[in-house]
């Protein structure tokens, strides 16, 4: 075996074993934490939807902790402002000397889970989906930049839908993915259960990851040959999404970019070495959902995006 | 050259093998198929005849030398129409299969016959094609040079639908033999001389030289049969004086019956060809005359 299959193999063994560690805290969830991990080897940002209490929080924790990466939550709410996020300069006083001195926000992070995202205005969404866009922040005319990695992982909650601002189209196609959290299956439930109330202490994990790794793990993954018909299958599946009947706007090239880097993602989270069409094929329904708005007559009809595209699979 | 280098030339190499094949299984389909139609269509032609197809075909003067060349000497260089028509329909098949199935990647072709390089091989090609030699690139040359080893490019032929068409190749190559020992031709079927019989207007298509059709003139002095004919002529009768036989030379032809006066032309469908096989007679006869 070459030096440089060991390499490469050492840190796709890691990768395996740190989903094994989170697995000893989340019980079930296995296609939501592969998501998760596609998007931090993407090196792209996520928008979780779920209803409450299905362990979004606990699962973005755990990632942090089975990583040497910092992690910071921000609970957005409608009088969250974006300086309460980003930073601001303020004055320090030391030794009768009075400077302004920038104290960074909570998004100076590894990890940033962002809480119930559409609480707060739209001005405070801006900040932060800026700051998640460009990995750097402005304040005071001075640019900061965030620490690498990072990654915003944003949740927000389907339901009780009064007294939040839906963040417009335009922001939610900076999301990588959206990734839908499901109820887990009674089985899974019962797990849950069962681990967090006999009394014992959540499960330990091990840090197995280091930010080198994971940023040397980014730069693998775009590494990942793919195959120019997966490719260009790729590309024509988000074309159609501008040309399909029952899709009002369809995806933009970004949506292209972020299928075949998700499907290289996943194949290097695999431990393959090439993109199969089955990666595209997995990726497709969490990369264009929040980037496609259907018509009327589909939501009449009661389709989802994940129909539409779904039919769109088939097509391609 | 560094073993990245080595590696990647491996791939590039394997690729080129791997199409070499895929053109040597659609040479091999091509050549069967090619030879059934041939045998097919040359069979046809030969029991069904075509009035297209000329009985024989005279071989370009371009092409006789060339068999002088090799030392066949041919008296006749001339082929029938049904091998012609047959040669033809085979090329034809032949190149449009050749081309058809060269058509889809033969890595694709190839993938589809050894599923366990599915996906990679392509990926592979695609890699090496575009100067892919970075880490992960490698690692999958690896893997695949590796994987093929496992492979073959047999699975590409459909050995039975080879087989199946070959026997038929052989069939059709007995059939053909035994209709042309027998001369086995299902007149009437294919535009030739009517079945019933019934004679149909010959198409005229000019003057034929009568020696080739009724051989070299020879001269001949004399009937060798000789017979003897005598007309006797005598009176008898009541006196009746029309009765009493008389001279030609001094009465002219006499007939009871009425001569019908006729327009001279022609009334058949038939014998308006006659009037210009006449009229050509008639203009050559003109022309050597004046000349």
Not at chain 1, 27 to 36: C, K, N, S
Not at chain 1, 214 to 231: F, T
Not at chain 2, 38 to 49: M, R
Not at chain 2, 217 to 231: F, H, K, Q, R
Request: aromatic content about 4%; charged content about 25%.
């Amino acid at each position: 075996m070459s030096e440089i299959e060991t390499d490469v193999e050492t840190i796709q063994e890691r990768l395996e074993t740190a989903r094994a560690e989170i697995g000893k805290r989340i019980v079930g969830q296995r296609a939501v934490l592969e998501q998760l991990l596609v998007c931090v080897l993407a090196d792209g940002n996520a928008l979780l939807e779920s209803n409450p209490g299905l362990g979004k929080t606990s699962m973005v924790r755990t990632i942090a902790n089975v990583t040497d990466l910092d992690f910071s939550r921000v609970q957005n709410t409608p009088d969250l402002m974006p300086s309460d996020i980003t930073g601001a300069e303020i004055i320090h006083e030391t030794g009768g000397t009075r400077e302004f001195v920038f104290e960074e926000g909570p998004i100076f992070a590894n990890v940033v889970l962002a809480d119930e995202i559409n609480r707060a205005t739209p001005k405070t969404q801006a900040a932060l989906l800026e700051a998640m866009q460009e990995k750097q922040v402005t304040a005071a005319g001075e640019t900061h930049e965030l620490p690498r990695p990072f990654f915003v992982l944003a949740t927000q909650n389907p339901i009780d839908q009064e007294g939040t601002y839906p963040l417009p189209e335009a922001q939610t196609d900076r999301f990588l993915m959206k990734i839908l959290v499901d109820y887990p299956s009674f089985e899974e439930e019962r797990d849950i259960v069962n681990l967090y109330t006999a009394g014992t202490p959540a499960p330990e994990v091990d840090r197995v990851l280091t930010r080198d790794e994971i940023q040397a793990a980014q730069s693998l993954v775009r590494d990942v040959p793919i195959a120019d018909d997966i490719r260009d299958r790729a590309i024509e599946l988000v074309r159609r999404t501008r040309e399909a009947e029952e899709i009002q706007f369809g995806a933009s090239p970004r949506a292209s970019m972020g299928l075949v880097l998700t499907g290289k993602a996943r194949a290097f989270l695999h431990g393959r070495n090439h993109v199969s069409w089955d990666d595209v094929e997995a990726m497709a329904p969490s990369v264009l959902r929040h980037r496609i708005i259907l018509d009327f007559q589909a939501e009449r009809e009661g389709r989802s995006t994940d129909d539409v595209v779904r039919d769109l699979l088939a097509e391609v | 050259m560094t073993t990245d280098d080595a590696v990647a030339d491996r791939m590039r190499r394997a690729v080129r093998q791997i199409r070499r094949e895929g053109y040597k299984v659609a040479v091999v389909y091509a050549v069967v198929d090619a030879a059934l139609v041939a045998l097919l269509a040359s069979l046809l032609v030969q029991v069904v005849p075509v009035p297209v197809v000329p009985e024989t075909v005279g071989l370009p003067d371009a092409v006789v030398p060339l068999f002088d060349r090799v030392g066949v000497t041919l008296t006749d260089p001339r082929v029938t129409g049904a091998s012609v028509t047959g040669l033809t329909a085979g090329l034809l098949v032949f190149v449009l299969e050749v081309i058809l199935r060269t058509r889809r990647p033969l890595v694709e072709q190839f993938e589809a016959a050894n599923p366990e390089v599915r996906e990679a091989l392509r990926t592979a090609r695609d890699a090496v094609e575009d100067g892919l030699q970075n880490r992960i690139a490698l690692s999958l040359y690896a893997d695949v040079l590796d994987s093929l080893q496992e492979t073959s490019s047999v699975g590409l032929v459909d050995l039975r639908r080879v087989t199946v068409t070959l026997l038929v190749v052989l069939a059709l190559s007995l059939a053909t033999v035994q209709v042309a020992v027998l001369d086995l031709s299902l007149s009437g079927l294919g535009g030739g001389p009517d079945a019933t019989g019934t004679d149909r207007p010959v198409e005229y298509t000019g003057l034929q030289d009568g020696d080739e059709i009724l051989g070299e003139p020879t001269d001949v002095s004399a009937g060798e049969e000789e017979l003897e004919a005598g007309i006797t002529t005598g009176g008898s009768g009541s006196g009746n004086a029309s009765d009493v036989p008389r001279a030609y030379d001094t009465g002219g032809f006499v007939t009871s019956d009425d001569v019908a006066s006729q327009q001279a032309g022609f009334t058949a469908e038939e014998q308006l060809e006659d009037a210009e096989l006449i009229r050509e007679y008639n203009l050559r006869i003109r022309e050597e005359t004046d000349e």
